[in-house]
T-cell receptor, first 114, second 113 residues
């Protein structure tokens, strides 16, 4: 069974540029999460989807961040414009959505903003 | 809100030593508790979990017991190996509200041959 796929694995951009990250969850997983992991910290939730609906985006900085999951499968997270402080690892995870069920994580995208 | 406090790292041990990584939590209701591991260059992987008080999660020689009275979920292994070198994250998932994971800051473990 294929795991959660993310691309790109690494991205270097200059500040004020836009950037997008892509995630393909495990087949059949209805719930998709985007987490932000700063250096030396644990991941923090940005947004959670149940199918195509964003059910928790309370931690997403909506002035510059946006996300979509149009067909309830793949998802894209966008930052426009990027700031220096956005340098971090962006993790995508998926699960079946059942209570207490395991979340499966992708390898992440490491973003460096210069 | 929910929070997880994890033992500060880094931790360096010799092979075959006993390992304990402390984890305590604050949460409303009865959370599920998890240990995730991140090996170099890889994504987070679930190591073990416990969903109710007094449950013991175990995997690959690692164990952790859900202690409601002390709000703790300490990770232990009797004899560590070089291959256990990784970053370990304690996390909780509350049944109130959403099913997001709240993580600790992680503990980097290095095992020396």
């Amino acid at each position: 069974e294929a795991g959660v796929v993310q691309s790109p694995r690494y991205k270097i951009i200059e500040k004020k540029q836009p950037v997008a990250f892509w995630c393909n969850p495990i087949s059949g997983h209805n719930t998709l999460y985007w987490y932000l992991q700063n250096l030396g910290q644990g991941p923090e939730l940005l947004i959670r989807y149940e199918n195509e609906e964003a059910v928790d985006d309370s931690q997403l900085p909506k002035d510059r961040f946006s996300a979509e999951r149009l067909k309830g499968v793949d998802s894209t997270l966008k930052i426009q414009p990027a700031e220096l402080g956005d340098s971090a690892v962006y993790l995508c995870a998926s699960s079946t959505g059942l209570a207490h069920n395991e979340q499966f994580f992708g390898p992440g995208t490491r973003l460096t903003v210069l | 809100g929910d929070s997880v406090t994890q033992m500060e790292g880094p931790v360096t041990l010799s092979e075959e030593a006993f390992l304990t990584i402390n984890c305590t939590y604050t949460a409303t209701g009865y959370p599920s508790l998890f240990w995730y591991v991140q090996y170099p260059g890889e994504g987070l992987q679930l190591l073990l979990k416990a969903t109710k008080a007094d449950d013991k999660g175990s995997n690959k020689g690692f164990e952790a017991t859900y202690r409601k009275e002390t709000t703790s979920f300490h990770l232990e292994k009797g004899s560590v190996q070089v291959s256990d070198s990784a970053v370990y994250f304690c996390a909780l998932s509350s049944i109130f509200g959403n099913e997001k994971l709240t993580f600790g800051t992680g503990t980097r473990l290095t095992i020396i041959p």
